[in-house]
Each structure stands twice: as C-alpha cells, then as structure tokens.
C-alpha cells in the first residue's frame, strides 16, 4: 500500500525510499562495511473527556530517521528527526565516529543474506493500516458516549475516572546494504472508560476498554461503558481472605501475563546474560502437557502481524510449544549468534502467539471455568511488578472472587498470590474457550493447580 498526504502523513512512501537509498549511499561512501537505516512517522489524536467535561486533547506527529553503521563487527547508531540532506549526512558521520570507537562484538552485523525477507515476502498486505479521520468533537462525544453509559446502569455508579478516544497511525521503510527492502503502514485505535462504584471506603474502580486497527470493529461505546460499570459494581463490598493454599483461575485478561512472562523468560536477551528461569529450556516440558503455543504473524489484520522483523528478517508461523514442550526461543540475528543458534525472527518481539489447550470443550467459557475451579480464587485484576524474571519467583497483589462449588461467593481485594513460574506453567489445569485477544498474545481464562493466597 503506498502512503500518501491525503492518508494523514506528511511524507509519501516514495520520499521515504529515496532517503533509505541516500542514506546508505553516504554510509558506503563514508566507509562504512556494512549499514542499516529506518525512517518512520507517526501522527494520532488523543482525547479524555470526565464527567461529560473534555479534560484533554493531545496530537502528535513525530518522524525519525534512525541509522547503524558496522565497520566489520564494530557497530555505532544515530538517529535524528530532521530529514535534510545535511542533517542525514551528520546522523551518518555520528554513527560512523561511534563504531570507529566502539569494541569489536563477534555478534554483531546485520542478518544473514539467506534469513533476510525478498522483496515478494516483504511486500505481503497484511491488512494492518484503516485511518481513522476522527476529529476532537467526535472522539471527545463518543468517550462521552461511553461515559454516560456507564453512568446510567446503576445509582451505585457515584463518579467516573473518565473515557478516552485515541486514534494512532503510522509508516516506515526500511532498508540495508544487504538488499532487504521493505516497509508498511499501521494503525491502531481505542476507547476506554473508568468508572467508579460506592461511597467512601467502599469506592472501587474498574474499566474496560476496545482496540482495533480498524474503528469500524471497535466495540459501541455504549456496550464498553455498561460493561465497565458492571464490573465496577461487581466489587462493592470487597473484602480479604484468609492466607490458604488454593486453585486459582486467572480471567483471560490477566491469563496474558503468564504467557508474557514465558516470552520473556525464552527470550534471545534474557538467555544469552543467563537472566532468565527458563535457561536451556529447549526441548523441555515446561507447560502442562495439554498445553499448545502456536504463533502466526501473517494473520490479516493481527495486531502482532508482521511480515517480517524489525531487522528485514522474514516472519513464520511456527509452533511455540507442542504438548507443554519448548519447541523454539524467541531470537534476534544478534542474540541468535551470541547463543549459537539461528535468527527465528524476533527481533522487535512475538507476533500473534495463541495458547491452547487438548483438553478444552467448545462450552468452557467462563461459567464452566468457575465450576472446574470449585473452590479457590478467580483472579480479575493484579497489581505490582513482583515478576523475577532470573529466578522465577512470582508475588503480585491480586483482586477478584472467592468461588465456593463453582460459584462466586464475594469479591476480594488486598490480597498476595504467590508461587513460581515453572511450578504455575506445569500446573495449568484448564484454559477456557473464552479467548481474549491482549496486542499480541490471545488466550482464555487459565485454571491453576494452586498458589498461595496471603490474605488476613
């Protein structure tokens, strides 16, 4: 698809070609033996409107141009926003000057020749740019919209957080001296709200929100603004529970964690500094063995698509895991080559990973769910960052649900789950059909064997 001013940008695909091409031009006449460059541009609209009042209108449009010289395995970068041919011809020299001072990295340069996308590869539609020309009355009217529905579910529903409209676009090109060539437009948009149930010391908030690349598939305002408000209103009169060692359901919103803390933990970055609680994980069974991670990143429309990686590499579906086994890392060309393993295309991170389960029904939604669990805690929201990622030790603050005989009894807040990621993974007893889509990684609502729960 080639960009144009009438699609919101101040810069044509074409200009954009013409300055990869001059850019590696003065790095090769600059003496450069091998050179990478990127240049981009963003524009969006932001409004936040509260209590019927807009609050906040922000636009932005920003543009860089960003350039890696190597001078055979000595690497230097420099970026800049002015586009002039003056200005690109400095960005070169500064990264030129930093790699002469820099030390040779044995891992360093560009991808390999045959782990690069062709140009046919590079050039595949995945259906991922839908502008969205909203204007500050419209959006600001439609987070009101949201917000006034919100409002009028329940006298219960005392005060509001606010509602939000934010519409981001943007595209790039890319290209080294290598031959890789290629580039594409993005866009993604949302609305959310936050509204707040009770009086005093029994105030609590809660929010939902809808994200698309395309407007047209984003939720009504309306329907996330009494979902909102449902939630909210969910957990009045919350209280602690006692400290116990109990299954817990994670809902799908947050089961995306777990799988994000996996992604990290078999990272490229993380292995190579032997940072990581998945160290030579390769091969092992790691997740329960009903446990399947599948990724596609030509999925039309994903939000984690890409045809290929932020270093020209080509992108492929694959599968993650196979039965609770570690099928593959997630490598960039430089931690690939740090590990003695090849590139699997990951540089910039994952691209529409799904969890699944052999064991799920096309009824476990999340009723079904509750009644697997039977006895334990349902998990909605968590809080803190108490993830060690080098050792695996896990410790979040949590709200939610008590369940008693798969129903939920009352709702919870201030407590602590606790346990560790390998244990958690293996422990996965359940992963409902109500699969929720978080950016890149879609999955449903997760039962755990158990954790502990610190409570009064």
Not at 302 to 315: I, M, Q
Not at 447 to 455: H, N, P, S, T
Request: glycine fraction near 10%; hydrophobic fraction near 40%.
């Amino acid at each position: 698809m080639t960009t144009s001013a009438d699609q919101g940008f101040a810069y044509s695909r074409e200009q954009f070609q013409q300055i990869v091409e001059d850019v590696l031009a003065m790095a090769k006449a600059q003496g450069a033996s091998d050179a990478g460059v990127e240049v981009s541009e963003g524009s969006g609209l932001s409004v936040s409107v509260r209590k019927g009042e807009v609050e906040n209108v922000e636009r932005n449009r920003d543009k860089s141009v960003g350039v890696s010289v190597y001078l055979g395995q000595r690497r230097g970068n420099a970026s800049s926003s002015d586009f002039s041919q003056a200005a690109l011809a400095q960005t070169v020299k500064a990264a030129y000057d930093i790699a002469r001072f820099t030390a040779e990295d044995p891992a360093a340069g560009l991808p390999d020749a045959e782990d690069q996308a062709t140009a046919a590869e590079a050039a595949v539609d995945l259906d991922l740019f839908h502008p969205w020309a909203v204007d500050a009355d419209t959006a600001a009217e439609l987070a009101r919209r949201a917000e006034d529905a919100a409002m009028s579910v329940d006298k219960r529903i005392t005060n509001s957080e606010g509602g939000s409209v934010s519409a981001q676009q943007s595209h790039f090109w890319a290209g080294n001296s290598r031959g890789f060539r290629g580039g594409y437009a993005s866009s993604r948009h949302s609305l959310s709200v936050s509204p707040i149930a009770g009086k005093g010391r029994d105030m609590q908030r809660d929010y939902w929100y809808t994200s698309m690349r395309d407007a047209l598939d984003m939720a009504s305002p309306e329907s996330v603004g009494r979902y909102a408000a449902e939630r909210a209103l969910s957990r009045l009169k919350s209280r602690k529970v006692k400290t116990c060692e109990v299954p817990i359901l994670f809902e799908s919103t947050v089961a995306a964690g777990l799988l994000g803390a996996y992604v990290q933990g078999t990272s490229g970055g993380a292995l190579y500094r032997k940072a990581s609680f998945l160290q030579d994980s390769l091969g092992q069974t790691i997740w329960a063995d009903h446990i399947d991670v599948t990724e596609d990143p030509h999925l039309r429309g994903g939000k984690g698509s890409a045809p290929f990686d932020d270093e020209g590499v080509r992108t492929k579906a694959r599968k993650v895991v196979q039965a609770g086994v570690v099928q593959g890392y997630f490598l960039s060309s430089y931690s690939a080559r740090k590990l003695g393993l090849k590139t699997t295309g990951h540089a910039g991170g994952s691209q529409n990973l799904r969890v699944t389960s052999r064991l799920t029904q096309p009824g476990d939604h999340l009723e079904q769910m509750l009644r697997k669990l039977g006895r334990g805690l349902f998990v909605t929201e968590l809080m803190g960052q108490g993830m060690n990622y080098v050792t695996g030790d896990y410790s979040r603050g949590a709200a939610g649900y008590w369940v008693e005989d798969g129903r939920i009894a009352f709702p919870v807040h201030e407590v602590t789950i606790a346990g560790h990621m390998r244990a958690m993974l293996r422990g996965v007893v359940a992963v409902g059909a109500d699969s929720f889509n978080m950016g890149a990684k879609t999955i449903g609502s997760v039962l755990l064997d158990r954790m502990k729960v610190a409570g009064d």
